[in-house]
């Protein structure tokens, strides 16, 4: 199975701040990644899918780069609302994995 | 609008059976794979089991195979998983949700039903 690894693994952060949390896959995933938020006792949300393509209602201040085994999501100006866990998702193989988390919390 | 609402969660011993279900609503059923992704608490996803459109084809974790089946009624626009054998480590919140294909994101999740295995 591709393993997949986020990190930070838990990140402090103020309002305004540029976050970017790193994902990165034990093997070549070329560009078949997805980013997902979520909240306490929520349901994961689509942000992200195909490494950089923003899911339809999602902020612009959301977006996503990489290929291969580095990728990146980046919250240009973090918002009050983003104070989330973020997965990572890679669909390379018909076995899905996901990341560990990256956890935002206020700073 | 896209909906999932699952249910059928509950408390299990470990060795005991249940069957989750998940209700879908809002869009074409029948034209998309659909999944099962789970979260123990307090930990991250993990994905489960996919389905293809018309039932035909099917992909498990590793950890699941053999003891979990994952099946859908078209015809009523609903998913299922029946799982045998439980174990202590499938306690999970379970999520129903909407691939995009046969390997692919989930676009749309359902609220989530929790299964605990405890004696």
């Known amino acids: 199975d591709i393993q997949m690894t986020q990190s930070p693994s838990t990140l402090s952060a103020s309002v305004g701040d540029r976050v970017t949390i790193t994902c990165r896959a034990s093997?070549?995933?070329?560009?078949?990644l997805a980013w997902y938020q979520q909240k306490p006792g929520k349901a994961p949300k689509l942000l992200i899918y195909e490494a950089s393509s923003l899911e339809s209602g999602v902020p612009s201040r959301f977006s996503g780069s990489g290929s291969g085994t580095e990728f990146t999501l980046t919250i240009s100006s973090l918002q009050p609302d983003d104070f989330a866990t973020y997965y990572c998702q890679q669909y390379n193989s018909y076995s899905l994995t996901f990341g560990q988390g990256t956890k935002v919390e206020i700073k | 609008e896209v909906q999932l609402v699952e249910s059928g969660g509950g408390l299990v011993q470990p060795g005991g059976s249940l069957r989750l279900s998940c209700a879908a609503s809002g869009f074409t059923f029948d034209t998309y794979w659909m999944g099962w992704v789970r979260q123990a608490p307090g930990k991250g996803l993990e994905w489960v089991a996919n389905?293809?459109?018309?039932?035909?084809?099917?992909y498990y974790v590793d950890s699941v195979k053999g003891r979990f089946t994952i099946f859908r009624n078209n015809a009523k626009n609903s998913l299922y998983l029946q799982m045998n054998s439980l174990r202590a480590e499938d306690t999970a919140v379970y999520y129903c949700a909407r691939s995009v294909g046969w390997r692919s994101n989930f676009d749309y999740w359902g609220q989530g039903t929790l299964l605990t295995v405890s004696s």
């Open positions: 093997q070549s995933i070329s560009g078949w």
């Open positions: 389905i293809k459109q018309d039932g035909s084809d099917e």
